[in-house]
């Protein structure tokens, strides 16, 4: 197929030699990452009550999750939530076929609940959290796009994608990670909501970690210092892991002893006391916030797999940029890429897939542009495998 597959020079300074950068990475735990988790797992469970039933996946689009803080009265020793949590799942669903209602709303709610109680292991789901579906019945205009014999996109939208990552990203995504999937399983006192901010100025790299600690776990506030201070020498040691770069890392920064102010909460989440979220203000597809790179606005995180570029070519950025950088074997910098669609235009043909590479010192652009121009190419042919990469859990979108 000839599709409008386009590689250029990537004119900028390579962003490993740039004097400033800055990337953030929210949290499992944190709001807006509550609110794309949940999102994404009320479309993985439609997807899969579609193709139970009908073999297919139907039109639906839940990325529109409100996440409305509740009220609570933390204290060492362990303290209170005084109010709920609300989480309003919003969206558009096959609510029914031929005629036969559908249970969206009880898949929708069971699957939002089962997430959030498998990211959240200090709140109580049936006290904690109130949770209210809104989902409705789809656009038939979208409807009609999304039964059409090809897969039509639904919509006029861009995704982009890079690679590889630099130091500070690479270092900004591993620290949560660490401190959200390893440390904490240790130290238990280490809630869910931790918000790490990397800031790279010429060779040296400084974290903010702004991590929500568990009332019950702590005493008093020595120990709350000394958990502090734990995550923070723990983290130290996984960074010089990560970089040869100098690294500098702050905990808590907001913190105030003498007046008594702590990052203390019941349920190691600032959502039990009126922190808000919402789908799509927290991380990228790759998993990060990269002001220094290129970055699409759309969130990801509940569109459906199957024709909403606004999720597909995102993801789609990402695995041509990665396999770029891979097939080339060294001969790439690196790789910037930028994909267009329209709306009632098959998902696989877009107006413009832009490529714009910046390759290793002597290497020519006409060396690496074939390589591109075959990895582009093949992601395209089988973009119907995306669906099933996030079914499986292979593929990531926040």
């Known amino acids: 197929m000839d599709r409008n597959i386009q590689v250029e020079p990537l004119r900028t300074v390579h962003i490993e030699e740039q004097g400033i950068e800055l990337v953030e990475r929210k949290g499992l735990g944190h709001p807006d990452s509550i609110a794309d988790g949940v999102s994404e797992s009320v479309s993985r469970a439609l997807c899969r009550l579609y193709l139970d039933e009908f073999g297919k996946i139907l039109h639906h689009n839940t990325d529109e999750t409100q996440v409305v803080g509740g009220g609570s009265e933390p204290k060492f020793g362990g303290g209170q939530v005084t109010s709920p949590i609300y989480i309003l799942l919003v969206g558009r669903a096959t609510t029914e076929v031929n005629g036969e209602k559908l249970p969206y709303r009880d898949v929708a709610v069971d699957a939002a609940k089962k997430y959030v109680q498998s990211i959240c292991a200090h709140l109580d789901i049936e006290k904690h959290v109130e949770f209210d579906c809104k989902i409705g019945q789809g656009s038939v205009d979208l409807r009609g796009v999304f039964e059409h014999k090809s897969v039509l996109s639904n919509d006029t939208s861009f995704g982009v994608g890079f690679a590889p990552l630099s130091d500070t990203e690479r270092l900004v995504l591993e620290s949560e990670r660490f401190l959200t999937l390893k440390l904490k399983k240790k130290l238990h006192a280490l809630g869910e909501d931790v918000k790490v901010m990397g800031y790279r ?3 040296a790299i400084h974290l903010t970690v702004a991590a929500a600690l568990v009332d019950s776990e ?5 120990e709350y210092a000394a958990t502090c201070q734990e995550i923070h020498d723990k983290l130290a ?6 970089t040869r770069r100098k690294v500098t890392i702050d905990v808590n920064t907001a913190d105030d002893p003498e007046l008594g102010r702590y990052y203390l909460t019941v349920t190691g989440l600032s959502m039990e006391a009126g922190d808000d979220g919402s789908v799509g203000r927290g991380n990228r597809a790759n998993g990060l916030i990269t002001p220094c790179r ?5 969130a990801s995180a509940g569109k459906n797999p199957v024709n909403h570029v606004g999720k597909i070519y995102n993801l789609l950025g990402n695995l041509i940029a990665n396999d770029i950088v891979k097939e080339a074997g060294g001969d790439v910098r690196e790789v910037h890429v930028r994909i267009l669609s329209q709306i009632g235009k098959p998902v696989d ?9 910046l390759p290793a010192n002597g290497v020519k652009l006409a060396q690496v542009k074939p390589v591109a121009e075959t ?10 495998t995306i669906p099933k990469l996030l079914l499986t859990g292979k593929l990531s979108v926040f």
């Open 294 to 298: 290129p970055m699409s606005l759309e």
């Open 237 to 242: 040691d996984q960074a010089a892991k990560l």
């Open 349 to 357: 043909e877009p107006q413009v897939a832009g490529i714009q590479i």
């Open 201 to 203: 100025q010429g060779e």
């Open 218 to 222: 702590l005493k008093d506030a020595r």
């Open 375 to 384: 990895v582009a190419q093949k992601w395209f042919d089988q973009i119907d």
